[in-house]
């Protein structure tokens, strides 16, 4: 587990440890969603998406490992610019608390 600053544009930087981990890489697409009140970050893959209940919001990792947390789930969860996220790896899923 890590703990990251949320910057001013509600980025958050991906541990490089969990990036290897998961095999995320740079400029990567993702899928951000929110559940149990945790967001939750997988890799996006495009060619099962319309067997699935659901598709969460689809982002891209950025050159710098980082990772914007939607607006409308920082204020769900009262993550405000300069706060502190933890972010840990479960069961193959990135989730920032």
């Not at 996006?44 to 914007?68: L, M, Q, S």
Request: charged share 35%.
């Amino acid at each position: 587990m890590a703990r990251r600053s949320v910057d001013s544009l509600m980025r958050v930087l991906i541990p490089p440890k969990i990036m290897r981990k998961l095999g995320f890489e740079p400029e990567q697409e993702i899928e951000i969603s929110m559940e149990y009140g945790v967001i939750c970050i997988r890799k996006f893959e495009p060619e099962n998406f319309k067997e699935r209940p659901y598709v969460g919001i689809i982002r891209r990792i950025d050159a710098k490992t980082r990772v914007t947390i939607p607006r409308s789930y920082a204020h769900l969860m009262g993550i405000k610019k300069g706060d502190k996220v933890e972010i840990k790896e479960v069961r193959g899923v990135i989730k920032i608390l």
